[in-house]
T-cell receptor, first 121, second 112 residues
């Protein structure tokens, strides 16, 4: 199957600093990437949908100025948590949807990255 | 009411048992139904997907969808310790915009 990587796999930072997380599709092109957050014993919550070359679409309740998303190429999307605080500590997971030839996306399959665990002290 | 309800478990079964995992949902517009497996501190991986109602089998795994009851199931036959993980159901609408809504996941432990 398609491979999605994330970097870093874990990060610890001080309150008030900014953290950048990268999501890469390694062997396919992804017009659309998704960013999720997962708290312990809770489900994945979609934060935003990232489209290559355009602004991200944020879900209700997600602060776009705090969680900056950039989808600079068909294989890379970045999530920057600005001025991180302890309540931002979570497991952040990205996924990418493969774009098939002819511009029609595959039925629904999203390939998930391994996740980034963020701890804000 | 959550769009997708899933019992968080944990569910403990002996090796070789048949495991039944279930989800209910409220939005009748969902058309695609998926099951993901997530190991601790890892991203989810797709196990199976089903479009609309019906059954689908893949090795030891069988997925069932009953749209009339808004109920989906995943059965694991001859469960193995390596099946120990959290299983998330997920679903989405048909069409180009395919936002996926996840259940909370059921933690499964298969005891040798």
């Amino acid at each position: 199957g398609a491979v999605v990587s994330q970097h870093p796999s874990w990060v610890i930072c001080k309150s008030g600093t900014s953290v950048k997380i990268e999501c890469r599709s390694l062997d396919f092109q992804a017009t659309t990437m998704f960013w999720y957050r997962q708290f312990p014993k809770q489900s994945l919550m979609l934060m935003a949908t990232s489209n290559e070359g355009s602004k991200a679409t944020y879900e209700q309740g997600v602060e776009k100025d705090k969680f900056l998303i950039n989808h600079a190429s068909l294989t890379l999307s970045t999530l920057t948590v600005t001025s991180a605080h302890p309540e931002d500590s979570s497991f952040y997971i990205c996924s990418a949807r493969e774009e098939l030839a002819g511009g029609r996306p595959s039925y629904n399959e999203q390939f998930f990255g391994p996740g980034t665990r963020l701890t804000v002290l | 009411q959550k769009e997708v309800e899933q019992d968080p478990g944990p569910l403990s079964v002996p090796e070789g048992a048949i495991v039944s995992l279930n989800c209910t949902y409220s939005n009748s517009a969902f058309q695609y139904f998926m099951w993901y497996r997530q190991y601790s501190r890892k991203g989810p991986e797709l196990l199976m997907y089903t479009y609309s109602s019906g059954n689908k089998e893949d090795g030891r795994f069988t997925a069932q969808v009953d749209k009339s009851s808004k109920y989906i199931s995943l059965f694991i036959r001859d469960s193995q310790p390596s099946d120990s993980a959290t299983y998330l159901c997920a679903m989405s609408y048909s069409g180009g915009y395919q936002k996926v809504t996840f259940g909370t996941g059921t933690k499964l432990q298969v005891i040798p």
